[in-house]
């Protein structure tokens, strides 16, 4: 069965203090990896696809990187702005649909 | 990229009532999605609804309480029936668009009271 499982489901930061969030999956057929941003009241926010190991992409303050595995999305000297639930989600062979992880839950205080 | 409207944003529901939720796309898409996100939980797939036939249902989703209506490429709704308070939920709307990229409405907050 496939499977998506995000870590940690909630993290703390103090503004500037770097840190990494995970999204581990088990899936048969991966054709690419979503990570979305959610503020509260809103819908799923994009950010980026990842479709093969060792691919990387960057986006102001986030870095996405993808492995066999897993992917980090890196956060460097974050801001206040930048809290809000992270979600990662996989697009497998089989179906048109995404498969999403539980979410972290991200606050940067000032 | 698609952008996408869904009505009502938020609404207070009674007990055994139903609700109709509308979502409307900016361009002609084959597949539109309807997603439930629960409190402080991530996003289920509820359908995928296809223009011209039967929507096709996740496991643990039933036509019977979440009939959905696919009339042309652009509009799609989602009813949820006889609802109870585990039917409070964000109810999200979302196609593929350009770029191979899934978007998502802002969702309607439902509370059933």
């Known amino acids: 069965e496939d499977q998506v499982t995000q870590s940690p489901e909630a993290l703390r930061l103090q503004e500037g203090e770097s840190s990494s969030l995970n999204c581990s999956y088990t899936v048969s057929g991966l054709r690419g990896l979503f990570w979305y941003r959610q503020d509260p009241g809103k819908g799923p926010e994009f950010l980026f696809t990842?479709?093969?190991a060792g691919e990387e992409k960057e986006k102001e303050r986030l870095k996405a990187t993808l492995t066999k595995k897993e992917s980090f999305l890196h956060i460097t000297a974050p801001k206040p702005e930048d809290s809000a639930t992270y979600l990662c989600a996989v697009y497998i062979n089989a179906g048109n649909m995404l498969t999403f992880g539980g979410g972290t839950r991200l606050m940067v205080k000032p | 990229s698609a952008v996408i409207s869904q009505k009502p944003s938020r609404d207070i529901c009674q007990r055994g009532t139903s609700l109709t939720i509308q979502c409307q796309v900016d361009?002609?898409?084959?597949?539109m999605f309807w997603y439930r996100q629960q409190p402080g939980q991530s996003l289920t797939l509820i359908a995928t609804a296809n223009q011209g036939s039967e929507a096709t249902y996740e496991s643990g989703f039933v036509i019977d309480k979440f009939p959905i209506s696919r009339p042309n490429l652009t509009f799609s709704t989602l009813t949820v029936s006889n609802m109870s308070p585990e039917d409070s939920s964000i109810y999200l709307c979302?196609?593929?668009?350009?770029?191979?990229?899934?978007?998502f409405g802002a969702g309607t907050r439902l509370s059933v009271l």
């Open positions: 361009s002609q898409v084959t597949m």
């Open positions: 979302s196609v593929w668009g350009g770029g191979n990229i899934q978007y």
């Open positions: 990842l479709y093969s």
